[in-house]
């Protein structure tokens, strides 16, 4: 255990020991997830490891309307990047795993309104995180934070978040040349069991670090949607809608001479949809079919021409569509210019053994090249078992498949919004996992 380790392990405990002695409440938490995975990629590679996520947390509250949180995070494989040598007696991890995953200040019903203020590093999860969301699903599930304000109105029939975060600091003139992400997400809940919401997202780029796919500098990236869900007897439904408009500066020109910039824009619509039917029965089987689409720009295949469309960015989602076409980009879950399909069954076997069986049909929404011979990217299915042993510790297990199709074959392009795959349609991809969580 490195000294920064022990450092941070004794602030806890005194912050603990001072806390119970002086504040109105504190509550220590945690959790601890291990996952085991296998993925055969066929053509491409074959790959298993075993991942961790170690959480620790400390919530105090100063008065019913002051607290502060801190959350510690470790997140890392198994033996990972060879510092372990056990063979030879070494031991070379090091001590700086451990990292500041949350920590804010919260003042809630600010003087005596149902405004509240977060403020600090923090999760933040809107909606069904179909854009923004905490990063937990799946494998590589290392979490995601943000350095944010959040200032929130809440009452019995709205609820209205404000949010400014730093996506990356460049220490210049203020905002000139950094990345911020801004948005104001209300929900209205005035009708039971409905929620009905509608944002803004803004993600403003001065270090090119959004544009660099796409060898620009600068960028401003607009996001507007609505989304309704809810119950209605034994339906339930989800609906979700997106347009996604903006520019980018600093793109050379697709002109052999290489003189001006090429015309780039965002300009992609997203729609993620789902309706279930659950049977009032022993098992309490539910049906439920699920449809995206993730415009996919106009990648202009004509060399003459500077116009140019991105496909729709899933920014900070959440919501993953495949085993591998999602983990597998190496993009938080970015997997965009795609139509899914999916159709699937759940159920609850007894009160504490669950499965699921789902299967979706991919496809891309526009070529990747002149020379794709198809959209179709393939078949998958999926077959999910979870088991809560008690209330605090759960053990999962899944199998996916996934059958390629031709559009796996060219190499996609960037402008897409699919990563290069270099898969072959005659492969078939397959992806196990056993784990276990338990949160305290």
């Known amino acids: 255990m490195s000294f920064r380790t022990l450092l941070i392990a004794a602030l806890i405990v005194s912050l603990g020991g001072v806390a119970f002695a002086e504040l109105q409440n504190v509550e220590i938490g945690g959790s601890i997830r291990i996952r085991g995975n296998y993925f055969n990629l066929d053509s491409i590679d074959r790959a298993s490891f075993i991942e961790q996520r170690t959480r620790l947390n400390v919530r105090a509250d100063f008065t019913q309307e002051v607290s502060a949180f801190i959350e510690l995070d470790s997140y890392d494989y198994w033996g990972e990047d ?19 995953y949350q920590a804010y200040i919260e003042a809630r019903n600010l003087w005596g309104t149902p405004l509240s203020l977060r403020v600090g590093r923090q999760e933040i999860a809107l909606g069904n995180q179909f854009l923004v ?14 350095d944010a304000v959040r200032l929130t109105f809440a009452n019995e029939v709205v609820n209205i978040d404000a949010i400014a975060a730093k996506l990356a600091e460049n220490f210049g003139d203020f905002a000139e040349d950094d990345v911020d992400f801004y948005t104001v997400y209300g929900s209205y809940i005035g009708i039971e069991d ?79 949809a789902e309706v279930g039917y ?6 309490q089987p539910r049906l439920f079919a699920r449809f995206a689409y993730l415009g996919g720009g106009k990648p202009d295949n004509n060399w003459w021409s500077n116009d140019r469309n991105l496909a729709f960015s899933r920014m900070f989602s959440n919501v993953q569509y495949s085993e591998f ?9 970015a997997m965009s210019n795609a139509l899914v399909y999916t159709l699937g069954v759940q159920g609850q076997v007894t009160e504490s053994f669950g499965l699921k069986l789902i299967g979706s049909y991919l496809t891309a929404n526009e070529k990747q090249s002149r020379r794709a011979r198809s959209k179709s990217l393939g078949w998958e299915v999926g077959l999910y078992a979870d088991y809560n042993y008690s209330e605090d510790l ?15 074959e060219p190499a996609t392009i960037r402008w ?23 949160c305290f």
């Open 82 to 100: 060879f510092r372990s040598w056990y063979l030879c007696g070494n031991d070379f991890r090091g001590g700086c795993d451990v990292g500041l």
């Open 133 to 146: 969301g905490v990063n937990d699903t799946s494998s590589f599930f290392s979490g995601l934070s943000f």
């Open 194 to 272: 409905i929620t009905l919401d509608a944002y803004w997202m803004y993600v403003r780029d001065r270090a090119g670090v959004i544009t660099r796919l796409a060898n620009g500098q600068e960028a401003d990236m607009h996001t507007v949607g609505l989304r309704g869900a809810g119950v209605i007897g034994g339906f339930d439904f989800e609906v979700e809608g997106a347009y996604q408009f903006g520019d980018l500066d600093g793109v050379p020109s697709a002109c052999p001479l290489g003189f001006g910039e090429a015309d780039v824009d965002f300009d992609a619509f997203a729609v993620n």
């Open 278 to 283: 659950t049977f009032d029965m022993s098992l």
């Open 325 to 333: 076409l999602d983990d597998w980009t190496f993009d938080n879950g």
């Open 394 to 408: 759960v053990f999962r297990a899944g199998y996916a498949h996934l059958f390629g199709k031709k559009g796996l």
């Open 416 to 438: 897409s919004g699919l990563a290069p795959w270099q898969g072959d349609r005659k492969d078939d991809y397959d992806y196990a996992f056993i784990e276990t969580e338990i």
